[in-house]
């Protein structure tokens, strides 16, 4: 099974579809499902697409090339949410910093950043 087949069927899976649930919302067959699980058919562009965004994951995440979906899952969201075309190496640091810290200190970040913006609206 290639890179592409085991992480559909792994995310399928996770997911609680069977292939032909996930066929049905994908709009096409069980068949079909089941050939992309297996390595015997590759999805075109439109499906790689489609069942990225069903699994909220990168279309490199399904091919193998990324390892981490929760963290590119919230690069993703974050980019799309505040349409930031690329994340800098920083910005994505200060991100996984910040989502790895314990309440308290995400607290005192969240004033920092409230305080600095009041500052910066009033003048």
Partial sequence: MNKYGLRLKELREQNGYTQESLAKLLNTSRSRIGMYE????????????????????????????????????????YEHQFKVKKLTQEDLELIEMYHSADEQAKEMVNRILKYSKMIKDKL
């Fill in 38 to 77: 297996q390595g015997k058919r590759q999805p075109d562009f439109e499906m790689q697409e489609a069942i990225a965004d069903l699994f909220n994951v990168s279309i490199d995440y399904l091919f193998g090339r990324e390892s981490d979906t929760n963290l590119n899952n919230l690069y993703r969201a």
